[in-house]
Nanobody, 117 residues
Framework: VQLQASGGGLVQTGGSLRLSCATS????????MSWFRRAPGKDREFVAT?????????YANSVKNRFTISQVMSAKNAVYLQMSSLKPEGTAVYYC??????????WGQGTQVTVSS
């Protein structure tokens, strides 16, 4: 399973970013897909998840109503994390993962998001 995260960068407080996780149709078909993040000096934490059918999503309370997870199965098979109203505490390396959100089987390499105050 290959997971290639991208889309991170530097953004001001209140701004938006969209993260992408390129993968395969097979991965999207067989696995729930999630986003996690690790802030400097902190443990990795759950951000959002989507079932493999795409019909259910769940979010950490800290990002609810600001972040949206979605997926596209087409010529470009990918999972996205649309992030809005970003806060400085959102500064972290963001990882996409495949498998059960409580313990994913596969991890991408991460993409850095920095939110300036």
């Amino acid at each position: 399973v290959q997971l290639q995260a991208s889309g991170g960068g530097l953004v001001q407080t209140g701004g938006s970013l969209r993260l992408s996780c390129a993968t395969s149709r097979r991965t999207l078909t067989f696995y729930d897909m999630s986003w996690f993040r690790r802030a400097p000096g902190k443990d990795r934490e759950f951000v959002a998840t989507m079932t493999r059918s795409g019909d259910a999503t769940s979010y950490a309370n800290s990002v609810k109503n600001r972040f949206t997870i979605s997926q596209v199965m087409s010529a470009k098979n990918a999972v996205y994390l649309q992030m809005s109203s970003l806060k400085p505490e959102g500064t972290a390396v963001y990882y996409c993962a495949a498998g059960p959100s409580r313990d994913p089987n596969f991890w991408g390499q991460g993409t850095q998001v920095t939110v300036s105050s």
